[in-house]
């Protein structure tokens, strides 16, 4: 009980520099998700933890917990995730993980016992860079893990993801257990992280609310076209797969624009891609993402059509294969005007932001009232070594972000549904929330 | 003395269905050159030579020669190479070396002597499949090849070109001895191809003289955009190198048809490659062809143009990078000439091609009066293994060259510059056909 404690930004600054020191600076993080450097970075963690008298709990998923136990059971869970890509940054996830760990250390060391259980979560596998599947710890937590559609990944060298996570002490079989373990008594899960994109820096703001998760459809265009030799076939007996994908590809760009959301067309692999070569074969990755979810059905309906006119106009047979979906993901509302008002507060954006970027809160929004919190990102640029925000930014978001977690803990802010809680008499909310 | 014998083609083509056999059927040829599959396609040559009593004489550059003396010391070179792309096709090369055993071999049974030295010639590294660089043996026996500039070349492996070649027994820098061995005293080269395009087929024509090689100019345009996220990115602050590419190879098409020439982009390197990343760099292989000189030199300014234009667009910087470049080159037009009536006799293609593909015939040309004999290439596909001629079409080709090389070989056919030669009386030519 008592009045909500601050929370010491420099704090997060000091074990942010810590853990870039101990899992990779130069070459960016090194803590992809089932390797050594990931357990290295959660060895950080678990330390942490142990000063301030907490143990680290492992789940079925080998998300990494610890839980500060309050008056009551029900949970308020602050979580992002300790993995990286590989050659990433030193903010991306961790950010949120250790200023997670500061709010219950900060109410440790203020001997405030908290009106609800405080839990910092490392969701494991949050960026799927091995095996190509993200917010996998996330997802097996929220019960949304199809078991079957990830046992066959493989990563680059072969190994499947199976053996990856028992090496690991995870059965892939034991996910589903996941969710039961907590879950299922939250109240709120909140999120601090770099924005990844360039809004909050070009707008000068130091923080913002983020009010949910746009939608995202991302498959892969095959044309097959013919290989032929680049000085003995005339122009117009060709079926050049390369110029197929390629008048696609800014089609695709133009579709983005006119619905108002995102389109990506980040990888094309050529075959044989020989210079002298013409293409017989071309994949190209497209990725489109938009907060309103018709306008994403239709981006797709009108990016197939296209890439169906453009292969037919070159000779070439079209094949389309699914990567991955989300539906947008709106949060909690009551929660989300909770961190805007913090923010506009202290100076940040006055409305939320809707996240592009996927985060474990979108899973966990599934079931739980949520809400992010986003600081700016230098130049936009995350997912490699140089990926920065100014510290009096940092600063700010950490102390923003504390401040919800902390008038949420003790009872001091409002939680999703209810007026102003100050007892402990909110334990039969929870059941009804599980549904949202 | 003596009528020139005629060719059998059936042993031509025994020949080549005995070398796919020991050299790669199923995946296709397997003779990349400096490889143990190579020596053995050339074992085969090796093989036939000293079944008919001739040495095969390794020359400084790696290429093999067969060599049947004449009444004079000036030569006939008839030859092609032996050595394949990966998973190559039976025909590309291979025909033209054993069609020119043939002449060998037919003249010898007949019992004539030759007017003129009669040599096969099997080019080392015609395809520059490996350290790519093609015309490597050719270019080195023309004595236009630039030593410095192939020294430092590596395989996929990392494997060096010197070693490579010491490998094999040839001492990279006695390459530019190779020259003065042969070429300096051969007044004709024919060389018999595939035309590794669809004109003939289309055509339904059998074989057609070939006046030369268009001119080439491969180059690589490389786009140095920004790497940003997908989803957090939004459209308007991106500098997408992939879309600058794609915009400049649809272009390049354009410049292509404009200049009635060809242009091809077989190649597309996105960086970091990634569906969920916005391209950050991207390199797009260029390789232009056109007969005319002026046009080519035209077609590439246009295209460095629009390549400037497209980057500077997208906010991306452009670099470019010569990879080769040939001069259209034509070969002697009476030689050709002399083909070309042989092929119409037959029912050939009345008007010679102009071969978009260059050969070891566009080195040689540069020395000596050459000319050379395609056959059709059904679907105009090489360098796979689905390469195929129907074999009347085969026996026809190898008909019409051997019927010219015989012609030649015993004086019945006049050489260029000169009339109707028969007697041994035109050794003075030599010096002067050096500077041609």
Same mark, same amino acid.
């Given at each position: 009980m008592g009045r909500a404690p601050a929370v010491q930004p420099r704090r997060v600054l000091a074990d942010l520099a810590e853990l870039a020191r101990t899992t990779?600076?130069?070459?960016?993080?090194?803590?992809?998700?089932?390797? @050594?450097?990931?357990?290295?970075?959660?060895?950080?963690?678990?330390?942490?933890?142990?000063e301030i008298g907490l143990a680290a709990i492992e789940d079925e998923a080998g998300n990494l917990w610890g839980k500060l136990p309050g008056r009551r059971e029900e949970m308020l869970v602050l979580g992002s995730h300790l993995d990286s890509v590989p050659g990433g940054g030193p903010l991306d996830g961790a950010l949120g993980v250790l200023a997670g760990l500061e709010v219950l250390r900060a109410l440790i060391e203020a001997n405030v016992f908290p009106d609800l259980t405080v839990s910092v979560v490392d969701w494991a596998d949050e960026e799927g860079?091995?095996?190509?599947?993200s917010l996998l710890g996330s997802a097996?937590?929220?019960?949304? $893990?199809?078991?079957?559609?990830?046992?066959?990944?493989?990563?680059?060298?072969?190994?499947?993801?199976?053996?990856?996570?028992?090496k690991c002490g995870v059965d892939l079989d034991?996910? @589903?257990?996941?969710?039961?373990?907590?879950?299922?008594?939250?109240?709120?899960? $909140?999120?601090?992280?770099?924005?990844?994109?360039?809004?909050?820096?070009?707008?000068?703001?130091?923080?913002?609310?983020?009010?949910?998760?746009?939608?995202?459809?991302r498959f892969v265009l095959g044309f097959a076209g013919r290989a032929a030799h680049a000085g003995s076939t005339p122009m117009n007996v060709r079926h050049d797969a390369l110029l197929a994908a390629a008048a696609t590809a800014l089609e695709i760009e133009r579709i983005a624009l006119r619905h108002d959301g995102r389109a990506t067309t980040g990888s094309l692999a050529v075959g044989p891609g020989v210079a002298t070569v013409v293409a017989g074969s071309a994949e190209l990755s497209v990725d489109l993402r938009n907060a309103d979810e018709d306008e994403l059905a239709r981006m797709r309906e009108e990016v197939l059509g296209v890439a169906r006119s453009q292969a037919a106009a070159r000779g070439c047979e079209l094949e389309e294969r699914d990567l991955f979906a989300a539906a947008p993901r709106a949060f909690d509302p009551e929660l989300v005007e909770a961190v805007r008002s913090a923010c506009a507060e202290v100076g940040g954006r006055e409305e939320p932001i809707v996240s592009g970027a996927l985060h474990d809160a979108t899973e966990v929004a599934a079931l739980v009232p949520t809400a992010m919190v986003f600081c700016p990102s230098i130049g936009g640029r995350s997912h490699a070594p140089d990926e920065r925000t100014e510290q009096r930014d940092l600063r700010t978001a950490i102390e923003v972000f504390?401040?919800?977690?902390?008038?949420?803990?003790?009872?001091?802010?409002?939680?999703?549904?209810?007026?102003?809680?100050?007892?402990?008499?909110?334990?039969a909310d929870s059941p009804s929330r599980r549904a949202q």
């Open positions: 990779g600076e130069g070459d960016g993080a090194d803590r992809v998700a089932w390797t @050594p450097g990931w357990q290295r970075g959660r060895d950080l963690l678990r330390a942490r933890l142990a860079a091995r095996f190509g599947r097996a937590a929220t019960g949304r $893990l199809d078991i079957e559609a990830v046992r066959g990944l493989t990563d680059a060298d072969g190994i499947g993801l199976e053996a990856a996570l028992g034991r996910l @589903p257990a996941a969710p039961t373990m907590e879950l299922d008594r939250t109240l709120a899960y $909140l999120e601090l992280h770099i924005e990844q994109g360039p809004v909050l820096e070009q707008e000068r703001l130091p923080v913002a609310a983020v009010s949910g998760t746009i939608g995202v459809e504390g401040e919800v977690a902390t008038g949420i803990a003790v009872g001091e802010t409002a939680l999703p549904g209810t007026a102003l809680s100050s007892g402990g008499d909110r334990a």
